[in-house]
């Protein structure tokens, strides 16, 4: 029997995009209520307010209008993708990134298999602080030549960045765009119950680690030859302009993480600071001016298509948006869990959210429609609110390793040279798995009186 095989990522969502169109003569419109909420600066929805509303169905002509307002609404992500793309395509015509890994398979010669769980963990801690995703699209062809150069498939380049990143972001106790926001959204105190949180990241990415190693190792074709020895010492040293430029990288990841974390950094701050990066790492890697403005217009070029599938994604969201389906599709999903018990509640809450993220791609948007439906409830079941900020967590947080409409996750793959398919064989049992975590978190929480 032939495998199932999905169309071009571009196909596939623009038959999502005409799917969630249809839906707008399915489903009954309707929407709660919102006020401005200072501690978040966001808008909230009110809770008890649903109400239904004149119907906006969808036309074919409408939903492909979506596109180009898909992208527009996240011109922010598709311009920082431009920025970081033609950033690192500098860091790669300088020579040194091929030059480091150069230097890296040599030093991992015979113990190959230790660059999994470090590349893991240091994307995981990505996920961790900052919600790494987008990033991830520009690091793609390092991540690729490094897999390739030690024997490893794509699939192994893409586990241990975009899955790593995305476990990590799951499980986090830190990360301001899912946890902090929702514990602003629910009234809890900001970082609280992180030594619960921090011991199921332990777990989720000591699993993550675990799978991607054994893949690795199974599939392994042995370490790809050399394609050329400019490295800066004959004995494959680094010379002091390498170091130099890699630790430029290394301190504009860090300068990155204190912006989001210390002085709430939107996507066009980091834009300018990974041009800023370029820009030094341009000259002292003696590209001049033109070699540096050269390289980041071919950055730019190998960039187009995954910035693309950006915009492409979120006009699904758009659409449902213009339809005025999403909040319909809140109510409908989570308004039942209340005849439940509690520990199926809190199951059924998570697994809602996974649902619900396919039409909601943002994790922080997600936090803010649905908790402030989620904490009354769960308020009138008795229920821990950190119990359902958990539950939101990793269903909508795990979510990201599957649904198509994550743009981010499509344009690594597409990148990448990974079929979706592919991807989903490899990864949804280790999803089943993770989100098999979760519920044992959630009931073990309910046991202990987390909250």
């Known amino acids: 029997m032939r495998r199932l095989r999905f169309p071009h990522p571009l196909t ?5 995009i005409l799917a ?6 399915v489903l009954p419109a309707g929407e709660y209520d919102r006020r401005d909420d200072p501690v978040t600066g966001r808008s909230v929805v009110v809770p008890g307010t649903f109400h239904e509303v004149e119907a906006n169905r969808i036309g074919a002509f409408e939903a492909i209008v979506a596109i180009p307002r898909g992208m527009a609404d996240r011109a922010d992500v598709v311009f920082l993708i431009f920025l970081i793309g033609g950033a690192f395509a500098v860091f790669d015509a300088t020579g040194a990134l091929r030059r480091g890994v150069t230097w890296l398979v040599r030093g991992l010669e015979g113990r190959e298999i230790l660059a999994i769980p470090v590349v893991c963990l240091a994307f995981a ?6 919600n790494m995703q987008e990033e991830i699209i520009p690091l793609v062809p390092a991540l690729m030549l490094l897999t390739k150069r030690l024997g490893y498939s794509p699939m192994v380049g893409v586990a241990v960045s975009a899955g790593s990143a995305f476990v990590g972001s799951a499980f986090s106790p830190i990360n301001p765009f899912q946890v902090q926001i929702a514990q602003k959204v629910s009234d809890v105190a900001l970082l609280s119950g992180w030594a619960f ?4 990241l332990a777990i989720a990415l000591g699993l993550w680690i675990w799978w ?4 690795a190792a199974r599939t392994r074709a042995g370490p790809e030859a050399e394609e050329t020895t ?3 010492e004959p004995d494959g ?3 002091w302009r390498d170091v130099t430029i890699f630790a430029i990288v290394a301190s504009t990841f860090v300068v990155l993480v204190w912006g989001l974390l210390r002085w709430e950094w939107e996507f066009d701050h980091m ?3 990974f041009f800023i990066m370029g820009v030094v790492v341009g000259i002292i890697g003696r590209l001049g001016v033109t070699g540096t403005a050269h390289a980041y217009a071919e950055g730019f070029r190998s960039m187009g298509y995954a910035a693309l599938l950006i915009g492409f994604a979120n006009a699904i969201y758009v659409v449902m948006d213009d339809a005025r389906i999403i909040d319909t599709i809140v109510r409908g999903l989570f308004v039942p869990l209340a005849d439940l018990p509690l520990a199926l509640s809190a199951i059924g809450m998570s697994a809602a959210q996974g649902v619900l993220h396919f039409a909601v791609p943002s994790v922080s948007g997600q936090a803010v429609l649905t908790l402030p439906v989620l904490v009354p409830l769960s308020d009138l079941l008795g229920l821990s609110r950190q119990i359902t900020i958990l539950a939101y967590q990793y269903g909508a947080g795990l979510c990201e390793l599957i649904t198509p409409t994550n743009g981010a996750l499509m344009a690594i793959l597409a990148a990448s040279g990974v079929r979706y398919e592919s991807w989903l064989r490899f990864v949804i049992p280790r999803y089943l798995m993770l989100m098999a975590l979760g519920a044992v978190a959630l009931v073990i929480a309910l046991a202990i009186g987390y909250s």
């Open 125 to 130: 801690a990505g996920g961790v602080t900052e």
């Open 230 to 232: 400019d490295v800066s």
């Open 20 to 25: 969630a169109a249809a839906l707008s003569y």
């Open 12 to 16: 596939l969502l623009t038959v999502a």
């Open 212 to 215: 991607t190693m054994r893949y």
């Open 237 to 239: 040293a680094l010379g």
């Open 197 to 200: 949180r921090l011991a199921f």
């Open 271 to 273: 834009s300018a600071l």
